[in-house]
């Protein structure tokens, strides 16, 4: 593992990290971002999945974490999403391959070689956060953005001991029936759709709620909104099972960092509330 940047932001530091991953067959990169509580203990931590075509950059300078992080003495880990480089599959399109890992093991040939997001974030990377940095194991929280909410989402209920808090921002809710997930899950896993709804969040959550409060935000104005997202379906299951959570319509909002970075703050100090409740 080697520190490939140091960027000092709001008192604490982002460290960008390179590491040969056992998971994925590749090397990797991903963001931490120590607050300035860490100098002086364990900090809790909040895993931030990213969305399609994005890497660890796209929270770190655009999404207003640090601050909000620092300002609740939060770390935070921004993965990459998907194995990258030579010899890794790829796709023309930018929703499927580099970039567009979908948070899955993939069990379809070529993708099945490298492409496994879900046991590198939960076990390889959970290991290496832990023993090299200062944070508070019992308390972690994860949220994301779009194909990063899918992801916190799916994590969060199958590992809800380890990710006790969740949230997201415009995630794609129900991947099974939106184009996005429909063409990751046939690529990735096969055409057998019985084989998808581990990785649904719609129906992950009919099946096993948890015990936590999930914080959604949606901008009405997102131009993903009505074929690809479908917070809807989420809604209905999360309702009719039980799960606690919160969904706020976000009027004029997009589907941009601008909308992250605006309720950035608000999603850090939920994790925190429920965290430390
Ligand atoms: N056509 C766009 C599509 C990519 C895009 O909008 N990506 C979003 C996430 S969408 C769901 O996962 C994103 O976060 N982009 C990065 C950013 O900094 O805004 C394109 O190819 O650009």
């Known amino acids: 593992m080697k520190t490939v940047q140091t960027i000092k932001s709001h008192g604490g530091q982002v460290r960008v990290i390179e590491h040969d991953s056992e998971t994925l067959g590749v090397p990797m990169q991903f963001a931490a971002y120590l607050p300035p509580q860490a100098e002086k203990g364990p900090v809790p931590c909040l895993w931030y999945l990213s969305g399609l075509t994005c890497t660890w950059a796209n929270v770190m300078e655009k999404g207003e974490i640090t601050r909000a992080a620092a300002g609740h003495g939060f770390a935070i880990v921004a993965p990459d999403t998907s194995p990258r480089g030579e010899g890794v599959p790829d796709d023309e399109g930018y929703d499927l391959g580099q970039g567009a890992g979908f948070y899955l093991t993939a069990t379809q040939a070529p993708w099945s070689k490298h492409y496994r997001m879900d046991s590198y974030i939960t076990d390889e990377l959970q290991t290496l956060v832990t023993d090299s940095f200062p944070v508070a194991e019992a308390r972690q929280g994860i949220f994301g953005h779009s194909m990063g909410g899918h992801g916190a989402l799916t994590l969060h209920l199958k590992n809800p001991d380890l990710y006790k808090t969740c949230s997201a921002f415009a995630p794609i809710s129900a991947p099974s029936q939106c184009p996005w997930g429909e063409k990751a899950f046939t690529a ?90």
């Open 188 to 277: 990735y896993l096969g055409s057998d759709r019985a084989r998808w709804a581990d990785y649904d969040a719609a129906i992950l959550v009919g099946r096993q709620p948890s015990q936590a409060h999930i914080l959604i935000d949606q901008g009405t104005d997102d131009q993903f909104l009505a074929e690809q997202l479908l917070h809807g379906i989420f809604e209905d299951a999360a309702r009719t099972a039980g799960q606690a959570y919160t969904l706020r319509r976000q009027p004029g909002y997009d589907h941009s960092y601008y909308f992250i970075s605006t309720f950035m703050d608000d999603h850090v100090r939920h994790h925190r509330q429920e965290l430390f409740a």
